[in-house]
């Protein structure tokens, strides 16, 4: 073996596995499920208007880190999770953040089409970024369609003295929807990984009812991100930036 060779063997060795990923690519292969069930993952977005703390969220829940001074996404980026769902059951996750601010709304589709859930967070000391959540169940389910799971995650509960949001309210309108509703907040790590167990279990029994009607002659296939993942997905994107001005007050968890 070459020198030249050994190296790059070594260095590959060398590189630390972790089970939660962030990518600025295109996904892993293995999400298309050509892998085997083990390796298909499931597809969960997370949307909202800008700075309500859906990047704080992705990176608390997948890798317990938390930024107060967490830099608003540009188009869209993901992570990575394997969780458990209950016994010796569990499922690969792919949660992306996509931007909220208006200038990429566009966009928005071309990365919730073939999304499994969704996660829609409003911050509950903004009440019009609760207002505009109905929005975005709307655009949700004209691009995936009217049986996509969701829920609703009221953020930043550690501003509870601030709220301008009303808790029935919220409570009523994710009922309205079909969601459940959750309280979250990205800085005490409150409410996360309840609200993502939820949307795996209803992802699970969702494929489970599709592989009985496909086994008993139904034709359904078993879509979303862990049967049909794009393999042209486009180029995604991160602001680090320090260009950009400084963030509103209030923080983004």
Not at 44 to 63: A, H
Request: glycine share 12%.
């Amino acid at each position: 073996m070459s020198s030249s060779t050994a190296s790059s063997s070594n260095r590959r060795r060398s590189q630390p596995r972790s089970s939660a990923r962030r990518s600025r690519g295109r996904p892993n292969p293995s999400s298309s499920g050509g892998g085997g069930s083990r390796n298909k993952k499931y597809k969960i977005v997370l949307l909202g208007e800008g700075r309500v703390g859906k990047t704080s969220i992705l990176v608390r829940y997948c890798r317990n880190e938390y930024d107060g001074k967490q830099p608003p996404t540009l188009n869209a980026s993901y992570m990575d999770k394997r969780i458990n769902i209950g016994g010796s059951k569990s499922m690969g996750l792919s949660i992306w953040d996509t931007a909220g601010q208006e200038r990429f709304h566009a966009l928005g589709p071309i990365y919730y089409r073939d999304a499994d859930a969704a996660l829609i967070v409003y911050d509950i000391t903004d009440a019009e970024s609760f207002t505009r959540c109905r929005k975005w169940v709307k655009e949700l389910r004209k691009i995936v369609g009217d049986d996509i799971d969701i829920a609703i995650a009221g953020n930043k509960v550690d501003l509870e003295k601030n709220r301008h949001v009303d808790k029935n309210e919220a409570l009523e309108f994710a009922a309205s929807v079909g969601a459940t509703h959750f309280n979250t907040s990205a800085k005490l790590n409150k409410g996360l990984d309840d609200a993502f167990l939820n949307l795996a279990k209803k992802i699970s029994k969702k494929q489970e009812r599709m592989s009985k009607n496909s086994s008993s002659g139904g034709g359904a296939s078993l879509g979303g991100a862990g049967g049909h993942r794009s393999s042209g997905a486009p180029k995604l994107v991160l602001v680090d930036e320090s260009t950009r001005g400084p963030a509103k007050q209030g923080g983004c968890c």
